[in-house]
């Protein structure tokens, strides 16, 4: 088990630009969500997988947010036309059963 | 719909008192109850969950937690608080036999004092 990784840790971009992350699972789970969390807020659920299907994703904040998860393994978070609205920490979770999940570090984004 | 209220931001102890952190919760039907703590520039861990069965579940380092049906309650607690149990604490519910979509609490910050 090398638990729940994500990359990049930080991520500082201008207004306007895309930005995409990347979280890898721990190996046997197959529920994968993404989360944002602000300061003083738990986090915010936003979309999630089982295996490579998506599930649910009527509550990414805009259409300028999608996901994917392409082969059941690796998920990517991509953001279109950043705001300073979206800076925020993106947390991505893996679960077995769909009960405890298991939390990568997070990627803070910065909009300037 | 379901929610989650932690009605503390911080809850403050003195080391080697005993801690409560209050959960309470709205859920359809049966909840499945779950907290976590979140250390300064970590992710978060989870500590325990309530599934069914005995309604005080024990968690990792020593914490425990309460699941009060009549009072929609899920206080998570600790006989004996240390100065490194100083984090933030979440608090989630999801409905059994629904999506599998946690709702997570804003977060209760403990201050354990030497």
């Known amino acids: 088990d090398t638990g729940v990784s994500q990359d990049p840790r930080h991520k500082i971009t201008k207004r306007g630009q895309n930005v995409t992350f990347r979280c890898d699972p721990i190996s046997e789970h197959n529920r994968l969500y993404w989360y944002r969390q602000t300061l003083g807020q738990g986090p915010e659920f936003l979309t999630y997988?089982?295996?490579?299907?998506?599930?649910?994703k009527s509550r990414l904040l805009s259409d300028r947010f999608s996901a994917e998860r392409p082969k059941g393994s690796f998920s990517t978070l991509e953001i279109q036309r950043t705001e300073q609205g979206d800076s925020a920490m993106y947390l991505c979770?893996?679960?077995?059963?769909?009960?405890?999940?298991?939390f990568g570090p997070g990627t803070r984004l910065t909009v300037l | 719909a379901q929610s989650v209220a932690q009605p503390e931001d911080q809850v403050n102890v003195a080391e080697g008192n005993p801690l409560t952190v209050k959960c309470t919760y709205s859920v359809s039907g049966n909840p499945y109850l779950f907290w976590y703590v979140q250390y300064p520039n970590r992710g978060l861990q989870f500590l325990l969950k309530y599934i069914t069965g005995d309604n005080l579940v024990k968690g990792s380092y020593g914490f425990e937690a309460e699941f009060n049906k009549s009072q929609t309650s899920f206080h998570l607690k600790k006989p004996s608080a240390l100065v490194s149990d100083s984090a933030l604490y979440f608090c989630a519910v999801r409905a059994t036999g629904g999506s599998y979509i946690p709702t997570f609490g804003r977060g209760t910050s403990l201050i354990v004092h030497p």
């Open positions: 979770a893996s679960s077995r059963d769909g009960n405890e999940q298991f």
């Open positions: 997988f089982q295996n490579e299907a998506q599930l649910e």
